[in-house]
């Protein structure tokens, strides 16, 4: 097995566990067992986790969600730090509708969201002891807050829209505004060649972070972060950048298995779950600018 995926296996693992608890769609058993489990584990490696509480009207009744998150500060320094708070965001929430499914009788169950809701999940929560880690040891450039966004997924469904969880925190953000925005989304597909959101072509702060971003990510796997693919996408980093916050999406929209029920750990690819990972952990220890 090489190195990036052995890296990966307990990542996919970290999938396996979150899909084997079913659906973890808002207002679900699996959905309060997983936000359960997240705000654990914020708990114990954060310097302060907070739950921002909010009710989302799913057209079965209202359901209670929460973004989960925490805050990671460098250690104490002489110099003020150079880079503003970063803020580090994935949704836990699957999908409630299997909207792409091509057989029509599986589209009104809920997908099984291993990739969608499950790899983003899987690389923060592995990344949270790690954070603790190189705060202790003075290694963070700067502040992290990591947020575990509910709600993403309910758009067009009863009229909701995507990033409903998002654009709670983005009002009212826990710790205060955030400088930057990273999102991750759909990252642990085979063959992951990650898409480039036209949004930021017309916002320039979100510009130069995504080529930042960008270029580091391309010293981990240039082939992932080629940056060829433009296309328009709302998802978790939008309401940030609508408020002029710098922002940075990280996701494939060509994984096939996208919204069916084929959304499963086998559709996945350690390799990329590893990338990832490791192009995030780069990005957060990149020197001042
Ligand atoms: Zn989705």
Redesign the pocket.
């Known amino acids: 097995m090489k190195p990036a995926e052995a890296a990966g296996q307990p990542l996919l693992d970290l999938v396996r566990r979150q899909v084997d608890l079913g659906p973890r769609y808002p207002g679900s058993e699996a959905h309060r067992r997983l936000a359960g489990e997240l705000a654990g584990s914020l708990e114990e490696h954060a310097a302060e986790a907070h739950r921002q509480r909010f009710t989302v009207r799913l057209p079965g009744g209202p359901a209670e969600c929460g973004n989960l998150t925490g805050i990671f500060r460098p250690a104490e320094t002489e110099s003020p730090l150079a880079l503003p708070p970063l803020l580090l965001g994935t949704h836990f929430d ?2 409630l509708t299997a909207d792409r499914e091509p057989e029509q009788a599986s589209r009104a169950r809920p ?1 099984p ?1 291993a990739n ?2 499950g790899s983003g999940t899987a690389i923060l929560l592995s990344l949270l002891p790690q954070l603790a880690r190189l705060g202790r040891e003075g290694k963070l450039a700067r502040e992290v807050r990591v947020v575990f966004f509910d709600a ?2 309910v758009g067009g469904i009863g009229g909701l829209p995507f990033s409903l969880g998002a654009g709670v925190y983005a009002r009212e953000p826990p710790f205060g505004p955030p400088g930057e925005v990273l999102v991750l ?2 990252v642990g597909g085979s063959g992951l060649e990650l898409d480039l959101d036209g949004h930021a072509m017309d916002h320039p702060p979100s510009l130069e972070l995504t080529r930042r971003v960008f270029a580091s990510g391309g010293q981990v796997d240039p082939a992932v972060f080629r940056a060829a693919k433009l296309k328009h996408i709302i998802c978790d980093h939008y309401p940030f950048l609508k408020r002029g916050i710098a922002s940075c999406l990280l996701i494939d929209l060509d994984y096939p298995e ?2 069916t029920q084929a959304d499963l750990p086998a559709a996945m690819s350690e390799r990329s779950l590893a990338t990832i990972a490791a192009a995030v952990l780069r990005f957060l220890q990149e020197p001042h600018r």
């Open positions: 699957t999908r997908i969201g969608d809701g993403e997924d989304d759909m996208w919204h």
